[in-house]
């Protein structure tokens, strides 16, 4: 078992590179069973997500090969439609497989996906977009079972701008017969890349980013060159670092206009940024409390974001609040919080958070992702030692989170247990 140990009291200052998305690298790994044709992604985030994901490629017989941040692969040796329950279990983003598999190999089997436990992450829509395009949908025994020999276009409307159901509908439509419109669908900056990475490939979609979006389908798709746009939850995970640390640094390889909610409202806290091109100045020398941040879709504020900032604002002068919109499980890390002296109260969707002039090392156990991110942050500016357990959901996805905040003058490590010395 390995462990983050967080001694705090470090600023932080430097420059830090942020890698490609995590939320664009699923969906687009699952984009590339619709080729036949060599695919070459860059930027690629070395994360444990990404990790399961190529070992279910390579299991459905796509060739992997990857060096550095480059990957490659080649489906045409696709040779099979049925994604081990195994793999399938240790991630939610496979479910993006059904709509490819189904496009280009007129059948699937799955079961149902893991992934973080932030609450109920239903599948019918995706379930109902595909049966409305001329999929036959079966379930027993724990697997779910979609079979068309052709996919045919179709009108869908989402009942939620589901993320996950937006894109696989997106994709299971590319070789559909005529056209597809799916309305009410989530808007997100890496929808928008998943639309520019399939039609370089010849696909014919567009509206990514607007309430509807139109696919046209084709018969074939070509090889393909493509770069990931940087992980924003990312950007937002450095800024509130600073924020709880204090310190200034240059973050890199940075889309600014995926932030805007983000930086409105980390500015609001009293952290100073500074936009460029493809990069933010972030410096902060006192935080302030803020009385509502609202977790919505996109454009609005990320509920990925919403751990990191209860972190944050658990060091504020003043009570701040925080509406959870999007997901009704996300409060699982306040409990560990308040081991270390933080005070949270808890009423139904809304957090109320007093801040303290200091939190305490505490040995704590990450929930999931951005919550196990969320309390290494916690421990960078805590009295003493913080021990952050269940670091594997950290890794689905930060890329070495120890290594980048060590070279911002954090003192993080990973250790295996037992921890004995700092």
Request: with cysteine; glycine share 10%.
């Given at each position: ?54 070992d ?9 090969s990857?060096?550095?941040s ?24 496979s ?27 239903p599948?019918d829509?995706?379930?109902k977009g595909?049966a ?17 020999s052709?996919l045919?276009g ?22 559909a ?8 669908v989530a808007?997100e ?26 696919i ?36 890199d390889?940075?889309?600014p ?6 930086i ?60 959870e919109n ?26 109320i958070?007093k ?18 991110a ?24 930060y890329?070495?989170?120890e ?12 250790v ?7």
């Amino acid at each position: 078992m390995e462990k983050l140990v967080v001694e705090g009291g470090k600023r932080l200052s430097g420059k830090t590179r942020i890698s490609g998305a995590k939320n664009s690298i699923l969906p687009i790994l699952a984009a590339s069973l619709l080729s036949s044709e060599e695919v070459e992604i860059k930027d690629v985030p070395d994360i444990s997500d990404v990790e399961v994901m190529l070992d279910i490629l390579e299991c459905l017989g796509v060739n992997v090969s990857r060096e550095s941040s480059t990957l490659n692969l080649n489906p045409s040796s696709l040779c099979t439609s049925e994604i081990p329950e195994s793999l399938m279990c240790e991630m939610r983003s496979s479910i993006f497989l059904m709509g490819p598999l189904l496009g280009r190999l007129g059948k699937v089997k799955v079961s149902y996906p893991g992934g973080c436990d932030i609450g109920p992450r239903p599948i019918d829509l995706h379930l109902k977009g595909l049966a409305s395009m001329g999929a036959k949908i079966s379930e027993e025994s724990g697997y779910v079972y979609a079979e068309a020999s052709k996919l045919r276009g179709s009108t869908i409307h989402l009942d939620y701008p589901s993320v996950g159901a937006t894109e696989n509908l997106m994709m299971a439509a590319i070789f559909a017969r005529g056209s597809t419109k799916i309305y009410n669908v989530a808007k997100e900056p890496e929808i928008v890349d998943l639309q520019n990475f399939l039609n370089k490939m010849g696909a014919k979609v567009k509206g990514a980013g607007t309430d509807i979006i139109s696919i046209e389908g084709v018969n074939y798709l070509n090889k393909v060159s493509h770069r990931l746009i940087p992980d924003r939850i990312i950007v937002g995970t450095m800024i509130a670092a600073v924020g709880v640390a204090g310190g200034e640094i240059i973050i890199d390889n940075v889309i600014p206009e995926h932030l805007e909610a983000v930086i409105a409202k980390l500015r609001e806290t009293g952290i100073e940024i500074w936009e460029d091109t493809d990069s933010l100045l972030v410096k902060v020398d006192r935080i302030k409390a803020v009385n509502s941040v609202r977790t919505l879709p996109y454009p609005g504020y990320p509920t990925d974001m919403q751990p990191q900032t209860m972190a944050l604002l658990s060091y504020a002068d003043g009570i701040s609040v925080i509406m959870e919109n999007v997901f009704d499980g996300r409060f699982g890390h306040v409990e560990e919080f308040k081991k270390m002296g933080a005070q949270i109260t808890i009423d139904g969707r809304s957090a109320i958070i007093k801040g303290v002039n200091k939190l305490t090392g505490a040995v704590l156990k990450a929930p999931d992702l951005r919550a196990g991110a969320a309390l290494v942050l916690a421990g960078l500016s805590a009295e003493g030692i913080t021990i952050v357990d269940e670091i594997h959901h950290i890794d689905r996805g930060y890329e070495k989170l120890e290594i980048q905040l060590q070279n911002l003058g954090a003192k993080v490590k990973r250790v295996h247990a037992p921890v004995i010395n700092v």
